[in-house]
């Protein structure tokens, strides 16, 4: 049982920087795949970027050299680093935690992101 709760968000000017936090309660996290979605209002939840227990990382394109993921796993943390922020970054960011084998096995209850001039 894993659950997770991010902070961090809040209002940014365009070129502006956040750093969410994710952080979770349990005694599994170093083995699960730990990942960042976003979901603006009346669009579909879309994945930002992921790190694997190994950490290996993957991002969405439109975020690729300005957002980098980091796992703290003796704090049971995942980070979200964001720099250069544009409009289209607003949106409620969750964390997610998925096992290695498959399946999702919890989600946090998100953190707003707004960045507006």
């Known amino acids: 049982q894993v659950q997770l709760v991010e902070s961090g968000g809040g209002s940014v000017q365009p070129g502006g920087s956040l750093r969410l936090s994710c952080a979770a309660s349990g005694s599994i996290f170093s083995g699960l795949i730990m990942g960042w979605y976003r979901q603006a209002p009346g669009k579909q939840r879309e994945l930002v970027a992921s790190?694997?227990?190994?950490?290996?990382?993957n991002y969405r394109d439109s975020v690729k050299g300005r957002f980098t993921i980091s796992r703290d796993n003796a704090k049971k943390t995942v980070y979200l680093q964001m720099n250069s922020l544009k409009p289209e970054d607003t949106a409620v960011y969750y964390c997610n935690a998925l096992r290695t084998t498959g399946g999702s096995v919890a989600w946090g209850q998100g953190t707003q992101v707004t960045v507006s001039s």
């Open positions: 790190i694997t227990s190994g950490g290996g990382t």
